[in-house]
């Protein structure tokens, strides 16, 4: 538990049931559950009677543990370890239940997950999976707002006979209680995993992190066309007049063996009839992505690149409607309605009034294969009734009615205070639109029309003192009152206990 310090008021599970979806990952019935992380939790995970995933980033949007998860099928493990040992990363590298990966970081101190996330994701760009999911998903939570973090599952599910075991620096496979003592020796400071640099050194400068990372361990085999396609769209950005010559050189120093004169030419003649942009979703640089950092640099993907912000985690709060959450790069925690996320005109607007960005206007097409992937790996937040809107305008309505201030004649309704009579709540509706309006509830006026329609308030007109008002009505009945009167318990010798 003290590892794994994250969020303690929420946690994940699966259902027992787990399946193949066809990509060998086994999924199951995922379900975020508003409730406190207890020891018997862990027990019954370390049991293998129930699943525990635990969410990284805390209340205060900070983390004492981080993890790269890494869905590729079949993964050379053995191999993977040996990576992150010649690169002296301080990760311990646990088997998911499908084979994956999950590479562990833990540290000494609560550390903002900003710097975090953005360390933990190159390292996976370093290791070859710049593609591969990175928790904290967030790297702030609007916990006022309903909002919470995404759930990682804990090894070692089912210890005495488990497939989510952790492996040490030698590849060894640990058990339950190797792996506490493994975890606590790798405990480090964040400004020293800050420190660590990539050991590749910037061939080409002010290039994209993937190229370098490439040009410094070579380009797999099967690669070379599309590297050397990448390496011209760099040298194009980078050398002007002089690109074609700079980009056939690149052939002849990191290709191996170089490519043919003959597809060289072919390659720069195709970069040279339009604006080209670097192929970031394509082989093999797409493993080695590290958007961030790519941003920044001079020749990257964010000068001049006309390209969408790199999207995080989505959360839906089960709210009706629903409320989203969804991490934008660069800029933040964005809370969205539902149509704000369908439209791209309107998100990019939302973008606009709160995160100062303007991200490009995509195609509808385009945007709409974004959100389906968002859509597909969606965190879903229940919560209790009394957090939607329709259970905080019922709470509001109570509390105005059945408050302080009341009428103590019909006429004082034009006072802008309820009153009640042979058992009816009566009053105006702009005044209790005023009223959440002082309480800072903010609501569409159609939807407070539904909410009465179905508690039933009716309508009543009454002359007041030679006035037509309008005005709502509902039983008092409706509302729950202490129907008896609190019993204050006897207590013997009342002088001795309060001395």
């Given amino acids: 538990m003290l590892l794994f310090e994250g969020y303690q008021q929420s946690y994940g599970t699966y259902g027992a049931e787990l399946e193949d979806n066809g990509s060998g990952k086994l999924k199951g019935q995922a379900h975020t559950i508003k409730d406190e992380i207890t020891v018997e939790l862990w027990i019954k995970h370390l049991a293998g009677r129930q699943g525990l995933g635990v969410i990284p980033i805390r209340e205060d949007s900070k983390v004492k543990f981080a993890a790269i998860d890494i869905d590729e099928y079949p993964l050379d493990l053995m191999k993977l370890n040996e990576n992150i040992q010649r690169h002296k990363m301080p990760l311990v590298l646990c088997r998911t239940k499908s084979g994956g990966a999950h590479l562990f970081l833990f540290l000494d101190l609560p550390t903002e997950a900003k710097p975090v996330q953005k360390k933990m994701r190159e390292m996976a760009a370093t290791l070859g999976y710049g593609n591969a999911e990175i928790f904290p998903k967030q790297t702030k939570i609007m916990i006022s707002r309903g909002d919470m973090g995404s759930w990682i599952n804990m090894p070692y599910f089912n210890s005495a006979q488990t497939t989510r075991y952790a492996l040490d620096d030698k590849g060894n496979q640990l058990k339950f209680h190797e792996f506490v003592r493994h975890c606590q020796s790798k405990i480090v400071n964040f400004s020293e995993v800050d420190r660590l640099k990539s050991v590749n050194r910037d061939l080409l400068p002010d290039g994209p992190p993937c190229l370098n990372h490439l040009l410094s361990m070579g380009f797999p085999e099967g690669t070379r066309n599309n590297a050397m ?104 925690r964005l809370e969205l309605t539902t149509e704000e996320l369908q439209n791209p005109r309107m998100f990019q607007n939302k973008c606009m009034k709160v995160l100062n960005t303007m991200p490009i206007l995509p195609k509808m097409e385009v945007w709409q294969e974004i959100v389906h992937k968002l859509l597909s790996e969606v965190n879903e937040v229940e919560v209790s009734q009394e957090a939607t809107p329709r259970g905080q305008l019922w709470i509001h309505l109570e509390t105005f009615l059945t408050g302080r201030v009341q009428a103590r004649t019909r006429e004082e309704i034009l006072l802008g205070k309820p009153w009640l009579d042979k058992g009816h709540y009566y009053f105006r509706l702009n005044d209790f639109l005023a009223y959440i309006e002082r309480q800072r509830f903010k609501i569409m006026l159609q939807q407070v029309s539904v909410y009465f329609q179905e508690w039933k308030v009716q309508v009543k007109f009454f002359n007041i003192n030679g006035k037509g008002v309008n005005t709502h009505s509902i039983s008092s009945r409706s509302f729950s009152k202490l129907d008896q009167e609190f019993q204050v318990p006897k207590m013997n010798n009342p002088e001795e206990i309060l001395s």
């Fill in 229 to 332: 396609f990448n390496l011209a769209v760099y040298a194009k950005k980078a050398f002007g007049d002089a690109w074609q010559q700079n980009a056939s050189g690149y052939n002849g120093l990191y290709m191996v063996p170089p490519l043919e004169p003959s597809e060289v030419q072919g390659i720069l003649k195709s970069v040279q009839k339009k604006e080209f942009t670097y192929t970031c979703k394509q082989a093999p640089i797409c493993n080695y992505c590290d958007m961030p950092k790519c941003r920044t640099r001079r020749y990257g993907i964010g000068h001049g690149d006309s390209s969408l912000p790199l999207f995080g985690s989505l959360t839906k709060l089960m709210t009706d409607p629903p409320v989203w959450f969804l991490e934008v790069d660069g800029g933040g």
